[in-house]
C-alpha cells in the first residue's frame, strides 16, 4: 500500500470513530446550554481548560512520547508503555496534593468546590490518554477508533443521567466525564491486553530520560497553547469596560460560539491522528519533502473549503448546537462565530506544521514558537478586548493563531523544505475575512455575499483537492 493510501485508509478508520463522537460531543452542547447558565459554562470551561493545563504539566507530556517511540520498531514496546506509565503516575500523585491550591488564585475562583472531582478528572483523563495512544502507537486504529465511539456513546448517557436527570450541572459534567473515561481506561486495558505491556521489570531509566528529552519542551509548548485557546475567557471575564459588556456570562456567551468552530477542528483531529502517524513513519523516506507538499496541499484547501461551508451555514448550525430556550443570552453566540471559524484554520494549520518538530525531534522549536504567540495573544487581548468585547477577543485569537502559523511555516520548512503557495494561501485568506466581515456586519444581501465568496474559495482550492484524490487511486507507489 503506497504512503497516500495508508494516510487515507488510516483516515477513514480514525474518522469512522471520530466523526460519531465528534458529533456527539457537539450535540452535547445544546444539552449544556439548555441546562446551564452562560456563568455555569464559563466554570465548565475553565474546569476543561485547567485539565489540559495539568495534563502536560504532571504526566510531562509523555502520550506524545508513548506515540513517537511505540511506533519506532528500534525501541520495546514493553519498555515504552511501563516506563511512561511509572512516569505519568508518580506525576499524578504530585498532582493530587497541588490541585486543591488552585482555588486561592483569583481569576480562578469559579473553580471553588470542584479541585477534588478535578484532580480524580485529571487522572482519569490522563490514563485514558496513555492506554489510547499507546494502542494506536501498536497501530490498533480500528480499536482505536472503536473506543472514541464506545467513550462518546457513554458520556452522552452519563450527561443525560447526571445533567438532565439529577439536574448536577457543572458536577455532572466532572462526573460523566469521570466514569466516561474510566470505561474507557478498562475496555482498552482488556481489549488491547495491555496488562502484558506493563511490567515492572521493563522499567527502562535511559528510556525515560531520552523520552523526558523529547517530551520536555512540550511542557510549556502545551500549556502556553491551552494558555493561548482560554486566555480570551479570562479576560473577558475579569476585564472591565465601559463600552462593552464583559463579566462571567460574555465569557460563557464566548465560550458557547466557540464550540461551532470544533466541526473545523473535528476534521482537523480526525486527519491529525493518522498524519502523524505517517509523519514519524516516513520521516526517513527519499521523497518526503513531496509527501509533505501534496498532503499540506490537500490539507489546507479542505480546511479552507470547509470553514467557508460552515460560515455559509453558521446560523442554523448555532441553532442546533446552542439551546436558547431557558437561557436566550446564547442567541447571539452566532455572531461571534466567523472569526473563530477562520482562527480554527489556523490552529489546524499550526497542528500540521508542529508534526514536523515532532518527526524530526525539533520539539523546543515547537516551544519557541508558542511563546511569541502567547505573549502577542496578551497584548492583542488587552487593548481589543475592551474596545470591541467579545468580537475583540475572537479577532485576537485569530492573528494569534496566523502569527503562529506565518513563523512556523518559516521555521518548519528549513526540517522539511516542502513547497508552499504564499499566494494561494494569502488568497484564501482574504476571502475568508471577507465572509468574517459579512457574517459580524449582516449586511444587505448577506447569504448572496457569503455563496459568492464560498463558491470562489472552492474554485481556488479545487486543483489541490483533486491533485490529491489522483494521488490516492493511483496503483502505483
Known amino acids: 500500500m503506497n504512503k497516500y493510501k495508508k494516510l487515507a485508509v488510516n483516515t477513514v478508520i480514525f474518522a469512522i470513530g471520530s466523526f460519531s463522537s465528534k458529533i456527539f460531543s457537539l450535540l452535547l452542547n445544546n444539552l449544556y446550554t439548555r441546562h446551564i447558565s452562560p456563568a455555569g459554562f464559563y466554570t465548565k470551561t475553565l474546569i476543561e481548560t485547567m485539565a489540559l493545563f495539568l495534563l502536560p504539566v504532571f504526566t510531562f507530556s509523555l502520550t506524545e512520547a508513548v506515540v513517537r517511540y511505540g511506533l519506532d520498531k528500534d525501541y520495546d514496546k514493553k519498555q515504552v508503555f511501563t516506563t511512561a506509565s511509572m512516569m505519568s503516575l508518580g506525576g499524578l500523585a504530585a498532582m493530587l496534593a497541588a490541585v486543591p491550591l488552585l482555588q486561592f488564585i483569583p481569576f480562578l475562583r469559579p473553580l471553588r468546590g470542584y479541585t477534588l472531582l478535578l484532580g480524580i478528572y485529571v487522572c482519569t483523563s490522563a490514563v485514558r490518554a496513555l492506554c489510547s495512544q499507546f494502542v494506536r502507537a501498536r497501530g490498533m486504529v480500528k480499536l482505536f477508533s472503536l473506543d472514541g465511539i464506545l467513550t462518546t456513546f457513554t458520556l452522552f448517557i452519563f450527561n443525560l443521567v447526571f445533567i438532565s436527570g439529577?439536574?448536577?450541572?457543572?458536577?455532572?459534567?466532572?462526573?460523566?466525564?469521570?466514569?466516561?473515561?474510566?470505561?474507557?481506561?478498562?475496555?482498552?486495558?482488556?481489549?488491547?491486553?495491555?496488562?502484558?505491556?506493563?511490567?515492572?521489570?521493563?522499567?527502562?531509566?535511559?528510556?525515560?530520560?531520552?523520552?523526558?528529552?523529547?517530551?520536555?519542551?512540550?511542557?510549556?509548548?502545551a500549556v502556553m497553547w491551552t494558555f493561548t485557546g482560554f486566555s480570551d475567557q479570562i479576560f473577558i471575564g475579569n476585564l472591565r469596560s465601559?463600552?462593552?459588556?464583559?463579566?462571567?456570562?460574555?465569557?460563557?456567551?464566548?465560550?458557547?460560539?466557540?464550540?461551532?468552530?470544533?466541526?473545523?477542528?473535528?476534521?482537523?483531529?480526525?486527519?491529525?491522528?493518522?498524519?502523524?502517524?505517517?509523519?514519524?513513519?516516513?520521516?526517513?523516506?527519499?521523497?518526503?519533502?513531496?509527501?509533505?507538499?501534496?498532503?499540506?496541499?490537500?490539507?489546507?484547501?479542505?480546511?479552507?473549503?470547509?470553514?467557508?461551508?460552515?460560515?455559509?451555514?453558521?446560523?442554523?448550525?448555532?441553532?442546533?448546537?446552542?439551546?436558547?430556550?431557558?437561557?436566550?443570552?446564547?442567541?447571539?453566540?452566532?455572531?461571534?462565530?466567523?472569526?473563530?471559524?477562520?482562527a480554527a484554520v489556523y490552529t489546524c494549520l499550526d497542528l500540521f506544521l508542529s508534526s514536523i518538530y515532532t518527526a524530526t525531534q525539533h520539539?523546543?522549536?515547537?516551544?519557541?514558537?508558542?511563546?511569541?504567540?502567547?505573549?502577542?495573544?496578551?497584548?492583542?487581548?488587552?487593548?481589543?478586548?475592551?474596545?470591541?468585547?467579545?468580537?475583540?477577543?475572537?479577532?485576537?485569537?485569530?492573528?494569534?493563531?496566523?502569527?503562529?502559523?506565518?513563523?512556523r511555516m518559516i521555521d518548519a520548512r528549513y526540517y522539511v523544505p516542502f513547497a508552499f503557495s504564499v499566494s494561494r494561501n494569502a488568497l484564501n485568506t482574504a476571502m475568508l475575512l471577507g465572509m468574517c466581515a459579512v457574517g459580524v456586519f449582516r449586511p444587505a444581501l448577506d447569504m448572496l455575499w457569503l455563496t459568492v465568496i464560498a463558491a470562489g474559495i472552492c474554485v481556488l482550492n479545487y486543483s489541490a483537492l483533486m491533485t490529491t484524490v489522483k494521488k490516492l487511486l493511483k496503483r502505483g507507489a
Open 166 to 221: 439529577l439536574g448536577l450541572g457543572v458536577r455532572g459534567f466532572m462526573i460523566s466525564t469521570i466514569l466516561s473515561d474510566a470505561c474507557s481506561a478498562v475496555f482498552l486495558t482488556l481489549a488491547a491486553g495491555l496488562r502484558r505491556f506493563f511490567v515492572l521489570s521493563s522499567y527502562s531509566r535511559t528510556l525515560g530520560r531520552k523520552m523526558m528529552r523529547f517530551s520536555l519542551p512540550l511542557i510549556p509548548t
Open 242 to 342: 465601559s463600552r462593552v459588556s464583559l463579566g462571567e456570562d460574555a465569557a460563557g456567551i464566548y465560550s458557547a460560539a466557540s464550540k461551532i468552530p470544533n466541526l473545523i477542528s473535528m476534521i482537523s483531529t480526525i486527519f491529525f491522528q493518522a498524519w502523524n502517524m505517517s509523519a514519524i513513519t516516513e520521516n526517513s523516506s527519499r521523497d518526503r519533502d513531496i509527501f509533505y507538499e501534496k498532503v499540506y496541499s490537500a490539507y489546507e484547501a479542505i480546511l479552507f473549503v470547509s470553514a467557508a461551508g460552515l460560515m455559509l451555514l453558521v446560523k442554523p448550525i448555532s441553532a442546533i448546537l446552542i439551546n436558547y430556550g431557558t437561557f436566550p443570552e446564547y442567541s447571539r453566540a452566532y455572531l461571534y462565530t466567523p472569526l473563530l471559524i477562520a
Open 363 to 407: 520539539t523546543k522549536n515547537a516551544f519557541y514558537t508558542i511563546l511569541v504567540v502567547c505573549i502577542a495573544n496578551i497584548i492583542l487581548n488587552i487593548c481589543l478586548i475592551p474596545e470591541w468585547g467579545i468580537q475583540g477577543a475572537a479577532l485576537a485569537t485569530f492573528l494569534s493563531y496566523l502569527l503562529c502559523f506565518w513563523i
